[in-house]
């Protein structure tokens, strides 16, 4: 990567979030895929905590996690951060504002290894 940075945006909206990041070599905005081939462009605005790997995983896998272990979904970030929302796991306390810095730095993660991956 060049020393120049990556350009990156976020559409976060309440089901769902896209990210994408400026192409230097196709000279445009690209979205990042992350997950199935219908809506592979969309990810599912949700957090979980992995207790196996002890991270946190976000989007469609971080749905399938919960549903499959019983593990909290966290999702409708903005509305709990209004409200002051606070969670608690494995008997440390966060808040809603923290959780939502979780997820975009998530998002910033998946990003940053879609593009070095591709060489942008």
């Known amino acids: 990567m060049d020393k120049r940075g990556l350009i990156i945006g976020i559409d976060y909206a309440g089901k769902y979030c896209q990210a994408s990041y400026y192409s230097k070599r196709h000279e445009r905005p690209e979205s990042i895929s992350y997950g ?42 903005l509305e709990n951060v209004f409200l002051g929302g606070i969670c608690s796991i494995n008997g440390q306390e966060y808040s809603y504002t923290q959780l939502l810095a979780v997820f975009f730095g998530k998002i910033i ?12």
């Open 36 to 77: 199935g081939e219908t809506m592979r462009y969309l990810i599912p605005t949700a957090l979980c905590y992995n207790h196996e790997t002890k991270d946190w995983i976000i989007g469609q896998p971080a749905v399938e996690y919960a549903e499959k272990t019983g593990e909290r979904l966290y999702k409708d970030f």
């Open 109 to 120: 993660e998946l990003t940053q290894m879609a593009t070095s991956v591709m060489g942008v």
